[in-house]
């Protein structure tokens, strides 16, 4: 690919690729494009209120206004362009809608972007982003930063592509993890244990889906997934399905995190399992037994 090409990439995961004359022709087209995603999306929207209770668009209002006036998030969080409308879900973190373009490229595995406006925001969504915050991501993902200088706004937008892979594809600034004899699997288990989100956080940054699914005997063989279900934690176990729990292991009892959910009553953790493919099985509750917290 020329410096002046670009592909577009649909939902569907569908390409098309194409070749500008220049850099400024190249940005035109992208810039276009963008606003049209955005033109396209606000028409959908219209349509959508007018089937929702005023009721549920003043909730939903009333909490993207808090999640807003958050420390860090009146700016965009990888460039700082003021007031920014996109999201991302399992970062945390706000963004303008550039960004939001780079951040969709990166794929859904690394980032999965919502607009704060245009998009429906269940409660699950809206605990976790409410959780987190840009300076609470930054302080993860830009932890080694030292004397890198972060684009601006009027950065041209390679510059700004370049920080967004190098942020979170490359993870050249990830802060590092305190020294500890302990496997990744090991300190995110305790962790979540502590419900300590910012560790979790940056643990799972660093871990992969073997160390987070990883079940240890002196736990009656839990996930980290089962132990956040059964502190009925909404934002870590939202967290831990986008970094790839696995909802179908079951402890050495048989149980899975659904039964873990259930018995700590927390209806959330429950909806959270169910629309990630987590069934029924192993969710018995035996009369007499104990809930593993």
């Not at 810039?31 to 089937?51: D, F, V």
Request: with cysteine; aromatic share 6%.
């Amino acid at each position: 690919m020329t410096d002046w090409e670009f592909t577009i990439v649909s939902l569907e995961a569908k390409s098309w690729q194409f070749a500008a004359a220049s850099q400024e022709e190249r940005d035109a087209w992208v810039q276009l494009i963008e606003q049209q995603i955005l033109s396209c999306l606000q028409s959908n929207e219209s349509g959508r209120e007018k089937s929702r209770g005023n009721s549920n668009s003043s909730a939903n209002g009333h909490d993207m206004q808090s999640i807003r006036n958050m420390d860090g998030n009146d700016v965009c969080v990888d460039c700082g362009a003021p007031n920014p409308d996109w999201a991302s879900l399992n970062l945390g973190a706000l963004m303008c809608i550039e960004c939001s373009g780079m951040h969709r490229n990166l794929g859904t595995h690394l980032s999965r972007v919502r607009s704060l406006d245009l998009d429906d925001w269940p409660s699950e969504l809206t605990s976790v982003i409410s959780a987190i915050g840009n300076t609470l991501a930054n302080s993860v993902w830009e932890g080694r930063i030292q004397n890198k200088t972060k684009p601006s706004p009027s950065s041209p937008r390679e510059e700004k592509e370049k920080w967004v892979r190098a942020k979170y594809e490359g993870k050249e600034f990830l802060c590092e993890l305190p020294p500890c004899d302990f496997s990744l699997g090991e300190q995110l288990l305790e962790a979540v244990i502590r419900e300590d989100l910012p560790l979790c956080i940056l643990l799972l940054a660093h871990c992969s889906p073997e160390d987070l699914n990883t079940a240890y005997e002196d736990r009656e063989s839990c996930t980290a997934l089962h132990i956040s279900c059964s502190l009925g934690n909404i934002v870590i176990t939202q967290l831990l399905i986008w970094y790839f729990a696995d909802v179908r292991i079951l402890d050495v009892k048989g149980r899975s995190a659904l039964w873990h959910a259930k018995c700590a009553g927390s209806k959330e953790c429950a909806d959270i399992l169910r629309h990630n493919g987590c069934n029924d099985l192993g969710t018995m509750i035996p009369q007499g037994s104990d809930v593993f917290c």
